[in-house]
């Protein structure tokens, strides 16, 4: 059994996404352990409850420093003691302890087709403002292994999503979201159960 | 009547989708007038002539200096005075001169989507090298405005194609041109011969 631990900012619908296939049983062998959030409001907390998960907020508006976030940040995940990591829409530079503690055992979504609007400053909306700016006609998600750098780890599954006349920011980013990262981040996910992945 | 010069330094293979297009009738009003190598031995002049176009060799070995080159290049546009200039796998630095008198009438195509494996260093070969390098699972090809800078361009079309596993740069390549350039090349000028796209 893979034990994931999900780390989320938002609304969750990426981790909406893992149970839809861990219920229809389209991921087997899997189960999420506990859903960790940096911010208190995250609807993905309620979601996680909904599903029986254990749902953890640890934010830095609750410590001091950076560094006591950090330690907080991987002591919660290390209690669960995963497997697999997953970063579904989590806006928290991830410090290098944690990567080192969970090597290539940490997988990102991404909502571009990286090298394409990745790194610093692309993040959320920004990332298909920068699509649109640039005037791009494809683009898309994908998961990576996480390391040291931002968006430069191991590439393991990417899917092209077409921009369309007149997309604003939100149109674009719901139908990358629709056509790819609600696709391949539970099929990766499938991969990794499967053993088909090796992961750490 | 679009009256289009083409610029090849190779085998011509973009060139050939073109008036495979022209001939099937799918692109209409539209004539190649010029096909220019800066190559002497460029199979692409052959297949220009096969097709009854006046092929002209324009090669930097033959001129001085660069700027003689350049001017030639330009002259030698200039005299089948083309609606569009079409950059075919065209391995040349294109002067300012040249972008400047024919500006928003330069196309070309590049084999990944841009902003990805692009710039100074991004040709032929070397494209599809740097995309199994980087690990990259989908990339693709991008037709594009030709101004100042290299690939900054404004884009027309981009089409998504994926790596498959064990991939070499030369499948990859091919894989890219049958199923991205050869397509949206003939598209593109189908689209401007159309009126639907503006040029000029």
Redesign the interface.
Known sequence: MLKICVCVSGGGTNLGAIYDALEAGKIKNAQIVRVISNNAGAYALTRAKDHGTEAVCVSPKNFETREEFNKALLASMKECNPDLVVLAGFLVNIPGEIISTFRNRIINIHPS?????CGPGFYGLKVHEGVLE?????T?A?VHFVDEGIDTG??I????VNVEEGDTPKVLQQRVMEQAEWIILPETIKRIADGEIKIG
């Not at 599954?157 to 092209?160: G, S, T």
């Open positions: 087709l990286i090298p394409s609007f640039r005037g791009v006609k494809v898309g994908t191991k590439i599954a990417q899917k092209a």
